[in-house]
């Protein structure tokens, strides 16, 4: 059974850091893609950032491009998302993502969220001014 467990979550002033992590069991990590999303009330999934299992390739969304870095450590099964110079605007629950089904992997198809399996239960990331 696949389990995602995110956490890091929290609320932080405009300007700040917070880094969420991604712990995968039951999954064969680092043999698919998996990502970061974000969801405000209201609207779709956002999808954020983005990495290629074997290559460790990165891909990430232009509003987060520059402040956010994801990446993956395979021994211990988890993905993280480090975000940086926070904005209001990153206020959101933010979901890891995995279980590829795609296709080819490339920034379109990454960041949709009907590409992916398995997801978390989402972290909450609250930024305020």
């Known amino acids: 059974q696949v389990q995602l467990v995110e956490s890091g979550g929290g609320s932080v002033q405009a300007g700040g850091s917070l880094r969420l992590s991604c712990a995968a069991s039951g999954y064969n990590f680092g043999a698919g893609h998996m990502g970061w999303f974000r969801q405000v009330p209201g609207k779709e999934r956002e999808g954020v950032a983005w990495?290629?299992?074997?290559?460790?390739?990165?891909l990430y969304a232009d509003s987060v491009k520059g402040r956010f870095i994801i990446s993956q450590d395979s021994v211990k099964n988890t993905v993280y998302l480090q975000m940086n110079s926070l904005a209001l605007e990153d206020t959101a629950t933010y979901y890891c993502?995995?279980?590829?089904?795609?296709?080819?992997?490339?920034?379109?198809?990454?960041?949709?969220?009907?590409?992916?399996?398995?997801w978390g239960q989402g972290t909450q990331v609250t930024v305020s001014s």
């Open positions: 990495i290629q299992g074997q290559s460790g390739i990165t």
């Open positions: 993502a995995a279980g590829w089904r795609g296709g080819r992997w490339s920034s379109p198809s990454a960041s949709s969220p009907s590409n992916y399996v398995y």
